[in-house]
């Protein structure tokens, strides 16, 4: 399957739809967005990272903010935070800089480091829409957390590929068919900006009604006509 680019979706909206796919439809199907005091650190520490006058370069090493990449395979496109070019033999040229280069996303991220892996899907995506745009291959990359000052080493198996593309063809099939996923309710969904427009609570469906709209929409006759 290959996309249009009028059809690509916000790459990073599927670390949203990871951790909520109603969260990710209200936002990005239903354009609804509230702030908290979560989403305002995230937007400083993000406009901090992507600023592209901020350069840092050594002997065998540059760092590029703010590239833009895309994929046509899982229709998804956005902005880089970090990207450190390290000195490598059969990497990837580019023009006034002698040798090749081999790139490794630097993902920033406010809190620590997360339970779940919705961060590592994040970044496996921008790995693959970067791989697609400089024509490299990427084994790894990384993710920082600014509250514990770490840098993780993420290694891009095919495990998290195949969610990645998976995750990218489910996001395309609500967007299309412009179903926001209906709601679930969590102990940290107090926390979601969206808390008063999602309304969890009232909004959850019972087990078994999910249960058969999941078949429903995911069944393999319904993908296979829509992929």
């Known amino acids: 399957m290959s996309y249009k680019e009028d ?9 949203h739809y990871y951790f909520c796919k109603r969260q990710w439809g209200l936002i990005h199907i239903d354009q609804q967005w509230a702030e908290n005091s979560y989403t305002v650190e995230g937007q400083q520490l993000h406009a901090k990272a992507d600023n592209p006058a ?51 996303i630097v993902e920033y991220k406010r809190g620590k480091p997360k339970k779940d892996e919705r961060d590592i899907v994040q970044l496996a995506a921008e790995v693959m829409c970067l791989e697609e745009t400089l024509n490299c291959q990427i084994p790894s990359s990384y993710l920082f957390y600014h509250s514990v000052n770490k840098k993780i080493k993420v290694d891009i198996t095919k495990d ?6 998976d995750f990218s063809a489910k996001m395309h099939f609500y967007y299309q068919n412009k179903k926001v996923p209906g709601a ?11 808390y008063d427009i999602c309304m969890p609570r009232m909004n959850k469906k019972p087990k ?12 393999e006759a319904d993908l296979c006509g829509n992929y």
Not at 7 to 13: A, C, I, W
Not at 76 to 84: N, P, T, Y
Not at 208 to 219: F, L, M, P, Q
């Open 160 to 165: 998290l590929r195949d969610l990645v593309s």
């Open 184 to 194: 679930e309710y969590f102990k940290n969904c107090r926390s979601c900006s969206l």
């Open 7 to 15: 059809e690509y979706l916000m790459l990073s909206g599927i670390q």
């Open 208 to 219: 078994s009604i999910d249960n058969y709209i999941e078949k429903a929409i995911y069944s």
């Open 54 to 104: 901020i350069k840092e370069k050594r002997k065998d090493m540059f760092i590029s903010r703010a590239i833009h990449v895309s994929s046509s395979s899982l229709g998804l496109s956005g902005v880089l935070d970090v990207v450190e070019f390290y000195k490598k033999m059969n990497g990837i040229s580019f023009a006034g800089k002698k040798g090749t280069w081999q790139p490794y």
